[in-house]
T-cell receptor, first 110, second 112 residues
């Protein structure tokens, strides 16, 4: 079983839709959970960061962590064509580098 | 502007010819790391460093070397590149632990 599982998509939605992206993981030692956005031919950029369980909201983005289920989610409200990118979940124990999911490619169609 | 700078951005080389990819950050971050990104495999750790002169192997260190002689620089060295090291490479830095990492723009390496 891979440490972090993420559906690669691709996922195609109409503009304005609510997008749900998620990852599951197997290592209960992970404490830090992140979502990165990666545009084509660019480096990943940090979108959301959560420590331990709970929800975090930033504008149109909401990150959720359920440690009991080993499941994290990213919701995008009122999706825009500019949200079209690959979304990578990442997690860490803190003292070791990030372990990434393989990424989900999202297309938001105007 | 806070940034992680990698050079070169693109490189085509031949098997066995030693090369170095440089990485520099201007945020005074303690932690730096190297990843490679391959289709279907995602981002995988190569080497990481939590401070000057302290480096550790990641998941795929074979064929790579690193050094951390200054806090801001973390070069990746391929002593004898092989075609299976053709990949997209990213350097990252972070202030506390390896979380909230800032990534460089990437180096696309092709070994023929």
């Amino acid at each position: 079983q891979k440490e972090v599982e993420q559906d690669p998509g691709p996922l195609s939605v109409p503009e304005g839709a609510i997008v749900s992206l998620n990852c599951t993981y197997s290592n209960s030692a992970f404490q830090y959970f992140m979502w990165y956005r990666q545009y084509s031919r660019k480096g990943p950029e940090l979108l959301m960061y959560t420590y331990s369980s709970g929800n975090k909201e930033d504008g149109r983005f909401t990150a959720q962590v359920d440690k009991s289920s080993k499941y994290i989610s990213l919701f995008i409200r009122d999706s825009q064509p500019s949200d079209s990118a690959t979304y990578l979940c990442a997690m860490s124990k803190g003292n070791t580098p990030l372990v990434f999911g393989k990424g989900t490619r999202l297309s938001v169609i105007a | 502007e806070a940034q992680v700078t990698q050079n070169p951005r693109y490189l085509i080389t031949v098997t066995g010819k030693k090369l170095t990819v440089t990485c520099s950050q201007n945020m005074n971050h303690e932690y730096m790391s190297w990843y490679r990104q391959d289709p279907g495999l995602g981002l995988r750790q190569i080497y990481y460093s939590m401070n000057v002169e302290v480096t550790d192997k990641g998941d795929v260190p074979e064929g790579y070397k690193v050094s951390r002689k200054e806090k801001r620089n973390f070069p990746l060295i391929l002593e004898s590149p092989s075609p299976n090291q053709t990949s997209l490479y990213f350097c990252a830095s972070s202030r506390q632990g390896y979380t909230e990492a800032f990534f460089g723009q990437g180096t696309r390496l092709t070994v023929v």
